[in-house]
Protein backbone atom coordinates (compact mmCIF):
# COMPACT_ATOMS: atom_id res chain seq x y z
CA UNK A 1 0.00 0.00 0.00
CA UNK A 2 2.96 2.61 0.64
CA UNK A 3 4.55 1.48 -2.56
CA UNK A 4 1.27 2.30 -4.45
CA UNK A 5 0.76 5.73 -2.34
CA UNK A 6 4.01 6.65 -3.24
CA UNK A 7 3.50 5.62 -7.11
CA UNK A 8 0.81 8.49 -7.19
CA UNK A 9 2.70 10.97 -6.06
CA UNK A 10 5.44 10.04 -8.22
CA UNK A 11 2.96 10.17 -11.07
CA UNK A 12 2.05 13.84 -10.50
CA UNK A 13 5.36 14.69 -11.90
CA UNK A 14 4.54 12.96 -15.32
CA UNK A 15 0.46 12.43 -15.31
CA UNK A 16 -0.69 10.01 -17.91
CA UNK A 17 -3.64 11.40 -19.74
CA UNK A 18 -6.63 9.97 -20.37
CA UNK A 19 -5.86 6.69 -19.02
CA UNK A 20 -8.23 4.30 -16.73
CA UNK A 21 -6.20 3.45 -13.73
CA UNK A 22 -5.33 -0.43 -13.32
CA UNK A 23 -8.57 -2.39 -12.27
CA UNK A 24 -9.69 -4.96 -12.63
CA UNK A 25 -12.90 -3.02 -13.01
CA UNK A 26 -16.29 -4.49 -13.61
CA UNK A 27 -17.48 -1.00 -14.20
CA UNK A 28 -20.21 -0.87 -16.75
CA UNK A 29 -18.58 1.91 -19.28
CA UNK A 30 -21.49 1.85 -22.08
CA UNK A 31 -22.95 4.29 -19.55
CA UNK A 32 -20.83 7.38 -19.12
CA UNK A 33 -21.93 11.28 -19.15
CA UNK A 34 -18.25 12.08 -19.84
CA UNK A 35 -15.86 11.15 -22.64
CA UNK A 36 -14.22 8.22 -21.05
CA UNK A 37 -10.77 10.14 -22.62
CA UNK A 38 -11.78 12.59 -19.99
CA UNK A 39 -10.61 10.26 -17.32
CA UNK A 40 -7.08 10.60 -16.11
CA UNK A 41 -4.97 8.32 -14.19
CA UNK A 42 -2.61 9.05 -11.42
CA UNK A 43 -0.70 6.24 -11.82
CA UNK A 44 -2.14 5.17 -9.30
CA UNK A 45 -3.97 1.73 -9.23
CA UNK A 46 -7.70 1.25 -8.06
CA UNK A 47 -7.26 2.12 -3.92
CA UNK A 48 -3.82 3.14 -4.56
CA UNK A 49 -4.11 5.19 -1.73
CA UNK A 50 -6.66 3.38 0.42
CA UNK A 51 -9.65 4.92 2.11
CA UNK A 52 -10.49 3.95 5.79
CA UNK A 53 -13.27 1.76 6.34
CA UNK A 54 -12.98 1.20 10.45
CA UNK A 55 -12.30 4.59 11.70
CA UNK A 56 -11.54 4.76 15.16
CA UNK A 57 -12.38 7.91 16.99
CA UNK A 58 -10.27 9.67 19.77
CA UNK A 59 -11.51 12.46 22.12
CA UNK A 60 -10.45 15.99 21.45
CA UNK A 61 -8.36 16.57 24.72
CA UNK A 62 -6.30 13.75 23.94
CA UNK A 63 -5.71 14.71 20.15
CA UNK A 64 -4.44 17.85 21.12
CA UNK A 65 -1.42 15.99 22.10
CA UNK A 66 -0.65 15.37 18.07
CA UNK A 67 -2.88 18.23 16.54
CA UNK A 68 -1.93 21.59 16.31
CA UNK A 69 -4.76 24.03 17.34
CA UNK A 70 -4.87 25.85 13.96
CA UNK A 71 -4.63 22.06 11.85
CA UNK A 72 -7.77 21.89 9.23
CA UNK A 73 -10.59 19.70 10.22
CA UNK A 74 -14.16 18.46 8.67
CA UNK A 75 -16.76 19.18 11.10
CA UNK A 76 -19.74 17.47 11.29
CA UNK A 77 -23.02 17.54 13.61
CA UNK A 78 -25.22 14.98 12.63
CA UNK A 79 -27.93 12.81 14.64
CA UNK A 80 -26.37 14.76 18.18
CA UNK A 81 -22.81 13.55 17.60
CA UNK A 82 -20.09 15.73 16.71
CA UNK A 83 -16.86 14.28 15.05
CA UNK A 84 -13.81 16.29 13.25
CA UNK A 85 -11.82 14.61 10.78
CA UNK A 86 -8.39 16.03 10.28
CA UNK A 87 -6.68 16.88 7.31
CA UNK A 88 -3.70 15.35 8.42
CA UNK A 89 -5.12 12.04 8.11
CA UNK A 90 -7.16 12.63 5.02
CA UNK A 91 -4.77 13.42 2.54
CA UNK A 92 -2.87 10.16 3.00
CA UNK A 93 -6.64 8.40 2.85
CA UNK A 94 -8.82 10.90 1.11
CA UNK A 95 -11.94 8.88 1.75
CA UNK A 96 -13.47 7.60 5.25
CA UNK A 97 -16.51 5.26 5.20
CA UNK A 98 -18.08 6.02 8.20
CA UNK A 99 -21.55 5.80 10.40
CA UNK A 100 -22.70 8.66 12.47
CA UNK A 101 -26.09 7.41 14.42
CA UNK A 102 -28.27 5.81 11.52
CA UNK A 103 -26.34 7.46 8.70
CA UNK A 104 -23.94 6.01 6.90
CA UNK A 105 -21.70 8.80 5.57
CA UNK A 106 -19.08 9.25 3.21
CA UNK A 107 -16.01 12.30 4.29
CA UNK A 108 -13.84 13.21 1.08
CA UNK A 109 -10.89 15.41 0.61
CA UNK A 110 -9.72 15.85 -2.66
CA UNK A 111 -6.21 17.53 -2.23
CA UNK A 112 -5.63 18.34 -5.60
CA UNK A 113 -8.47 21.12 -5.96
CA UNK A 114 -8.67 21.66 -1.91
CA UNK A 115 -12.02 20.72 -1.87
CA UNK A 116 -13.98 18.65 0.76
CA UNK A 117 -17.43 16.95 0.66
CA UNK A 118 -19.42 14.53 2.90
CA UNK A 119 -22.12 12.61 1.52
CA UNK A 120 -25.25 10.37 2.58
CA UNK A 121 -24.01 6.47 1.53
CA UNK A 122 -27.39 5.85 1.14
CA UNK A 123 -29.20 5.54 -2.10
CA UNK A 124 -32.72 4.51 -3.78
CA UNK A 125 -32.28 2.23 -0.20
CA UNK A 126 -29.45 0.51 -0.99
CA UNK A 127 -26.02 1.51 1.62
CA UNK A 128 -22.51 2.22 -0.67
CA UNK A 129 -19.23 1.97 0.18
CA UNK A 130 -16.55 4.36 -1.86
CA UNK A 131 -12.61 3.58 -3.10
CA UNK A 132 -10.25 5.78 -5.02
CA UNK A 133 -10.69 4.49 -8.64
CA UNK A 134 -7.16 6.49 -9.18
CA UNK A 135 -8.18 8.74 -11.51
CA UNK A 136 -9.31 12.54 -11.80
CA UNK A 137 -11.19 14.65 -13.59
CA UNK A 138 -10.79 17.79 -13.91
CA UNK A 139 -8.06 17.71 -11.45
CA UNK A 140 -11.07 16.33 -8.89
CA UNK A 141 -11.02 13.00 -7.12
CA UNK A 142 -12.93 10.21 -9.00
CA UNK A 143 -13.92 7.72 -6.65
CA UNK A 144 -16.08 4.70 -7.20
CA UNK A 145 -18.62 2.47 -5.32
CA UNK A 146 -17.71 -1.20 -4.41
CA UNK A 147 -21.40 -2.37 -4.97
CA UNK A 148 -21.57 -1.87 -8.87
CA UNK A 149 -17.68 0.31 -9.42
CA UNK A 150 -19.77 3.16 -10.59
CA UNK A 151 -17.19 6.53 -11.08
CA UNK A 152 -18.44 9.22 -9.00
CA UNK A 153 -17.37 12.65 -9.25
CA UNK A 154 -16.00 13.79 -5.43
CA UNK A 155 -16.80 17.64 -5.89
CA UNK A 156 -20.79 17.03 -7.38
CA UNK A 157 -21.17 13.97 -6.17
CA UNK A 158 -22.82 12.40 -9.10
CA UNK A 159 -21.91 9.02 -10.66
CA UNK A 160 -20.35 9.46 -13.86
CA UNK A 161 -20.03 6.22 -15.33
CA UNK A 162 -21.49 2.65 -14.55
CA UNK A 163 -24.50 1.26 -14.00
CA UNK A 164 -25.59 4.07 -11.21
CA UNK A 165 -24.51 6.93 -14.38
CA UNK A 166 -26.62 10.04 -13.47
CA UNK A 167 -27.28 9.26 -9.98
CA UNK A 168 -26.73 11.90 -6.88
CA UNK A 169 -25.64 11.45 -3.80
CA UNK A 170 -27.27 13.71 -0.39
CA UNK A 171 -24.60 16.47 0.70
CA UNK A 172 -24.58 15.95 4.19
CA UNK A 173 -23.58 19.63 6.06
CA UNK A 174 -19.85 20.12 7.02
CA UNK A 175 -17.30 22.66 7.70
CA UNK A 176 -13.58 23.08 7.41
CA UNK A 177 -12.49 24.83 10.83
CA UNK A 178 -9.67 24.90 12.28
CA UNK A 179 -9.11 22.18 15.29
CA UNK A 180 -9.76 24.49 18.21
CA UNK A 181 -12.83 25.50 16.78
CA UNK A 182 -14.10 22.44 17.08
CA UNK A 183 -12.96 21.38 20.36
CA UNK A 184 -14.11 24.37 22.19
CA UNK A 185 -17.64 24.00 20.78
CA UNK A 186 -17.78 20.25 20.87
CA UNK A 187 -15.26 19.31 23.91
CA UNK A 188 -16.99 15.70 23.99
CA UNK A 189 -17.23 14.95 20.07
CA UNK A 190 -15.25 12.79 18.61
CA UNK A 191 -11.66 12.86 16.25
CA UNK A 192 -10.50 10.77 13.95
CA UNK A 193 -8.02 8.76 15.49
CA UNK A 194 -4.08 8.11 13.84
CA UNK A 195 -5.06 4.34 14.57
CA UNK A 196 -6.07 3.58 11.37
CA UNK A 197 -4.22 -0.27 10.81
CA UNK A 198 -1.39 1.84 8.47
CA UNK A 199 1.81 3.14 8.88
CA UNK A 200 1.61 6.75 7.55
CA UNK A 201 3.87 9.72 8.60
CA UNK A 202 0.61 11.35 9.65
CA UNK A 203 1.72 15.54 10.21
CA UNK A 204 3.86 15.55 6.87
CA UNK A 205 2.45 16.37 3.67
CA UNK A 206 3.65 14.11 1.12
CA UNK A 207 2.16 16.89 -1.85
CA UNK A 208 4.33 19.61 -0.41
CA UNK A 209 7.23 18.98 -3.34
CA UNK A 210 4.44 18.74 -6.17
CA UNK A 211 1.16 21.02 -5.52
CA UNK A 212 3.62 24.24 -5.54
CA UNK A 213 1.64 27.73 -5.82
CA UNK A 214 -0.06 28.23 -8.73
CA UNK A 215 0.29 25.29 -10.21
CA UNK A 216 -2.73 22.68 -11.59
CA UNK A 217 -1.24 19.33 -11.89
CA UNK A 218 -3.79 17.34 -14.39
CA UNK A 219 -5.95 18.89 -17.64
CA UNK A 220 -8.82 21.42 -16.45
CA UNK A 221 -11.54 21.71 -19.14
CA UNK A 222 -12.41 25.47 -18.64
CA UNK A 223 -14.08 27.94 -21.36
CA UNK A 224 -11.27 30.26 -21.05
CA UNK A 225 -8.01 31.86 -18.84
CA UNK A 226 -9.45 32.97 -15.43
CA UNK A 227 -8.64 36.76 -15.02
CA UNK A 228 -7.26 35.90 -11.19
CA UNK A 229 -5.11 32.83 -10.39
CA UNK A 230 -6.72 29.75 -10.86
CA UNK A 231 -5.74 27.90 -7.87
CA UNK A 232 -7.44 30.89 -5.63
CA UNK A 233 -9.98 29.94 -3.30
CA UNK A 234 -13.78 30.76 -3.77
CA UNK A 235 -16.39 29.65 -1.28
CA UNK A 236 -19.36 29.01 -3.53
CA UNK A 237 -22.59 29.72 -1.72
CA UNK A 238 -25.66 27.23 -3.06
CA UNK A 239 -29.56 27.72 -2.78
CA UNK A 240 -32.59 26.17 -4.58
CA UNK A 241 -30.62 25.57 -7.53
CA UNK A 242 -28.91 28.93 -7.87
CA UNK A 243 -24.80 29.24 -7.02
CA UNK A 244 -22.81 32.60 -6.39
CA UNK A 245 -19.34 32.44 -5.63
CA UNK A 246 -17.01 34.91 -3.53
CA UNK A 247 -13.36 34.71 -3.92
CA UNK A 248 -11.42 34.34 -1.30
CA UNK A 249 -9.66 38.26 -0.89
CA UNK A 250 -13.48 39.23 -1.11
CA UNK A 251 -14.36 36.93 1.93
CA UNK A 252 -11.13 37.89 4.07
CA UNK A 253 -11.83 41.75 3.24
CA UNK A 254 -15.03 41.83 5.27
CA UNK A 255 -14.50 38.40 7.71
CA UNK A 256 -18.37 38.42 8.03
CA UNK A 257 -20.43 38.95 4.63
CA UNK A 258 -24.12 38.68 3.82
CA UNK A 259 -26.06 38.55 0.83
CA UNK A 260 -29.40 36.97 -0.31
CA UNK A 261 -29.88 34.19 -3.25
CA UNK A 262 -32.42 32.98 -5.04
CA UNK A 263 -34.89 34.99 -2.38
CA UNK A 264 -32.66 32.97 0.87
CA UNK A 265 -30.76 34.96 3.13
CA UNK A 266 -27.21 34.07 4.09
CA UNK A 267 -23.96 34.85 6.70
CA UNK A 268 -20.55 34.03 5.73
CA UNK A 269 -18.52 33.93 8.48
CA UNK A 270 -14.75 33.60 8.32
CA UNK A 271 -11.00 33.81 9.35
CA UNK A 272 -7.81 33.21 8.86
CA UNK A 273 -6.23 31.51 11.38
CA UNK A 274 -6.50 27.97 9.73
CA UNK A 275 -3.40 26.17 8.56
CA UNK A 276 -3.00 25.51 4.98
CA UNK A 277 -2.74 21.77 4.86
CA UNK A 278 -0.87 21.14 1.91
CA UNK A 279 1.43 24.14 1.94
CA UNK A 280 4.24 23.25 3.49
CA UNK A 281 6.28 19.53 4.10
CA UNK A 282 5.50 19.82 8.00
CA UNK A 283 1.27 20.86 8.24
CA UNK A 284 1.78 22.70 11.90
CA UNK A 285 4.78 24.66 9.43
CA UNK A 286 2.20 25.63 6.87
CA UNK A 287 1.11 29.13 6.24
CA UNK A 288 -2.32 30.50 7.29
CA UNK A 289 -5.15 30.29 4.83
CA UNK A 290 -9.06 31.13 4.98
CA UNK A 291 -11.59 29.15 6.58
CA UNK A 292 -15.28 30.22 6.00
CA UNK A 293 -18.47 29.15 6.84
CA UNK A 294 -22.34 29.79 5.97
CA UNK A 295 -25.53 30.48 7.28
CA UNK A 296 -28.81 31.65 7.47
CA UNK A 297 -28.93 34.84 9.54
CA UNK A 298 -32.76 34.35 10.79
CA UNK A 299 -33.26 32.42 14.57
CA UNK A 300 -36.53 32.24 15.86
CA UNK A 301 -38.37 33.79 12.69
CA UNK A 302 -36.09 36.68 13.80
CA UNK A 303 -33.76 38.54 11.59
CA UNK A 304 -29.96 39.00 12.78
CA UNK A 305 -27.05 41.42 11.62
CA UNK A 306 -23.97 39.97 12.36
CA UNK A 307 -20.42 41.99 12.92
CA UNK A 308 -16.97 41.04 13.72
CA UNK A 309 -14.80 42.55 16.61
CA UNK A 310 -11.15 41.80 17.49
CA UNK A 311 -12.05 38.05 16.45
CA UNK A 312 -15.30 37.32 17.49
CA UNK A 313 -18.78 37.17 15.98
CA UNK A 314 -21.53 39.46 17.34
CA UNK A 315 -25.42 40.03 16.26
CA UNK A 316 -25.98 43.88 16.83
CA UNK A 317 -29.51 43.19 17.80
CA UNK A 318 -28.65 41.15 21.10
CA UNK A 319 -24.96 41.42 20.91
CA UNK A 320 -24.73 37.68 21.80
CA UNK A 321 -21.17 36.11 20.70
CA UNK A 322 -20.74 33.29 18.11
CA UNK A 323 -18.09 31.05 16.64
CA UNK A 324 -17.50 29.98 13.56
CA UNK A 325 -19.49 27.09 13.36
CA UNK A 326 -22.16 29.22 13.83
CA UNK A 327 -22.92 28.67 17.84
CA UNK A 328 -23.94 30.93 20.26
CA UNK A 329 -21.29 30.93 22.93
CA UNK A 330 -22.51 33.47 25.25
CA UNK A 331 -25.65 36.26 25.32
CA UNK A 332 -28.84 35.91 25.20
CA UNK A 333 -29.05 33.38 22.24
CA UNK A 334 -26.35 31.33 24.42
CA UNK A 335 -26.32 27.43 23.49
CA UNK A 336 -28.40 28.26 20.08
CA UNK A 337 -27.18 27.33 16.68
CA UNK A 338 -27.56 28.66 13.17
CA UNK A 339 -29.08 26.17 10.15
CA UNK A 340 -26.21 25.76 8.09
CA UNK A 341 -26.40 26.29 4.77
CA UNK A 342 -24.97 24.35 1.44
CA UNK A 343 -21.77 25.50 0.20
CA UNK A 344 -18.58 24.41 -0.99
CA UNK A 345 -14.99 25.60 -0.65
CA UNK A 346 -12.94 24.70 -3.83
CA UNK A 347 -10.14 26.30 -5.68
CA UNK A 348 -11.46 28.07 -8.35
CA UNK A 349 -10.64 25.94 -11.28
CA UNK A 350 -12.10 22.87 -10.19
CA UNK A 351 -15.40 24.41 -9.20
CA UNK A 352 -15.73 26.10 -12.52
CA UNK A 353 -14.66 23.40 -14.44
CA UNK A 354 -17.69 21.68 -13.69
CA UNK A 355 -20.42 24.94 -12.88
CA UNK A 356 -18.52 27.29 -15.52
CA UNK A 357 -21.55 29.67 -15.45
CA UNK A 358 -21.44 30.53 -11.38
CA UNK A 359 -20.78 34.34 -11.13
CA UNK A 360 -17.85 35.08 -9.16
CA UNK A 361 -17.31 38.02 -7.02
CA UNK A 362 -14.63 39.81 -5.83
CA UNK A 363 -13.52 43.37 -4.18
CA UNK A 364 -14.44 46.73 -5.97
CA UNK A 365 -11.34 48.52 -4.29
CA UNK A 366 -9.43 48.52 -1.17
CA UNK A 367 -11.51 50.49 1.52
CA UNK A 368 -14.34 50.35 -0.06
CA UNK A 369 -17.33 48.84 1.80
CA UNK A 370 -19.33 46.70 -0.73
CA UNK A 371 -20.33 42.71 -1.80
CA UNK A 372 -18.21 43.21 -4.03
CA UNK A 373 -18.24 43.13 -8.39
CA UNK A 374 -18.78 40.64 -10.89
CA UNK A 375 -14.95 38.73 -11.69
CA UNK A 376 -16.60 35.65 -13.83
CA UNK A 377 -18.18 35.07 -16.05
CA UNK A 378 -16.69 36.75 -18.42
CA UNK A 379 -20.04 37.22 -21.28
CA UNK A 380 -21.07 40.75 -21.12
CA UNK A 381 -24.69 39.96 -20.72
CA UNK A 382 -23.66 37.81 -17.29
CA UNK A 383 -22.13 41.18 -15.85
CA UNK A 384 -24.62 44.14 -14.23
CA UNK A 385 -24.20 47.80 -15.95
CA UNK A 386 -21.29 48.39 -13.44
CA UNK A 387 -19.01 45.95 -14.02
CA UNK A 388 -19.32 45.74 -17.50
CA UNK A 389 -17.28 49.18 -17.84
CA UNK A 390 -14.57 47.68 -16.34
CA UNK A 391 -14.36 44.64 -18.22
CA UNK A 392 -12.40 44.18 -20.83
CA UNK A 393 -9.86 45.51 -18.17
CA UNK A 394 -6.02 47.51 -19.43
CA UNK A 395 -4.17 44.34 -21.39
CA UNK A 396 -1.66 43.30 -19.34
CA UNK A 397 -3.54 43.64 -16.05
CA UNK A 398 -4.56 40.04 -16.20
CA UNK A 399 -1.71 37.40 -14.82
CA UNK A 400 -1.37 34.61 -17.02
CA UNK A 401 -2.79 31.85 -16.49
CA UNK A 402 -0.64 29.01 -13.69
CA UNK A 403 0.33 26.12 -15.96
CA UNK A 404 -1.61 23.16 -16.46
Wanted: charged fraction near 15%; hydrophobic fraction near 40%; aromatic fraction near 10%.
Amino acid sequence: MVRLAVAFLAALALPAFAQLPTGPWRTDFSKHSIPLTDFVSTGANKDGIPPIDAPKFANPESAAAWLAADEPVIAISLNGEARAYPFQILIWHLLVNDQIGSTPVLVSLSVLCNTAAVYDRRLAGATYTFGFSGAVHNSNLVIYDRQTQSFWQQLTGNAVAGSLNGAQLTRLPSAVVPFQVFRQTYPNGKVLSRDTGMKRAYGANPYAKFLSPGRVLFPVSLPGPLPFPSTDPIVVVESNGATRAYSSSLVAEHRVLTGRLANTPFVIFSTHKMLDAIDAPIIAGSRHTIAATVFSPTLNRRALTFYKHHGIFFDKETHSRWNLLGVCTSGPFAGKRLRPLTYTISDAFAWLAFYPDTPVMRPIGPGIPSAGEYLWPLSDSDMPPSSRAAWPPPAGSIPPPPPQ
